[in-house]
């Protein structure tokens, strides 16, 4: 995924055909409203998936270590559609519709007795939507930068995980994990975009988003594991490029 995402990032611009000719960008008066649709990867830059504990489970002493979603989920696709109102020539209200899905891999999570445990997590999901404000800056006559700032709700799908300690002959299915959340966000972007035709605007950015924690399950209470799912906030860096319309 991650390089088929690189390919579309080099030929969009090449794609989208014949660049307009020298001149400036439309006035907000002629085309305010737009649409647009870009796709990329997130990158996970904070925030643990489980804290470290120290408790038991099957009448046997557990360690568990720490796990980021850096360490679980690695870079997942990130996707967003949505659409804008220009106020004026430099500045746009927006709204935006957020897809992130992340694939989990089989994680070391600590020691069981004299085995080692593995957890299997739940592939993360999350669909939100963002409201903001964003400010474009004109550089040459086809192209501008922007920056701009967001807030907004997640929902991300409750996530299962599974406990397996080979040499102790487990394996637990930990069931709600995570319950389904309506998560908090923050976001801010700045990107470049250029000017394709005379509705047509391709566009790449970078920005940095934080979203709140998941809603823990206490099912491991009397363990002493109860408090490894209770911070689960997550800072992400996600890169996309796509492509607007104005109208």
Known sequence: MKWIITGLIVALPFASGRVAQAQ????????PWSVDFGIGWDNSISGNINSSAIGTLNNQVVVITKNSYEDVYGT??????????????????????????LDADLTPM?????????????????????????KYMDLRPQLRAYGEGTIGLAIVDETDVILVAPGANLAQNAT??????????????????????????VFTQLGLRWASGMS????????????????????????????????
């Open 24 to 31: 400036a960008y439309p006035k907000a008066t002629d085309t």
């Open 76 to 101: 997942g696709l990130h996707m967003r559609f949505g659409g804008g109102y220009l106020i004026d020539d430099a500045t746009e209200v927006r709204a935006t519709f957020t897809l992130q899905s």
């Open 110 to 134: 600590g020691e069981l007795g004299s085995s080692r445990l593995y957890a299997q997590y739940a592939d993360y999901q999350s669909f939100g939507l963002d409201v903001g404000l964003r």
């Open 176 to 201: 709600d994990f995570y319950d389904k959340t309506a998560a908090f966000t923050v976001g801010a972007n700045a990107g470049l975009m250029m000017q394709a035709s005379n509705r047509v605007d």
């Open 216 to 247: 823990a399950v206490d099912n491991l209470e009397g363990t002493g594991l109860d408090t490894i799912n209770d911070k689960s906030g997550r800072w992400t860096i996600p890169f996309l490029t796509g492509v607007r319309l104005r109208f």
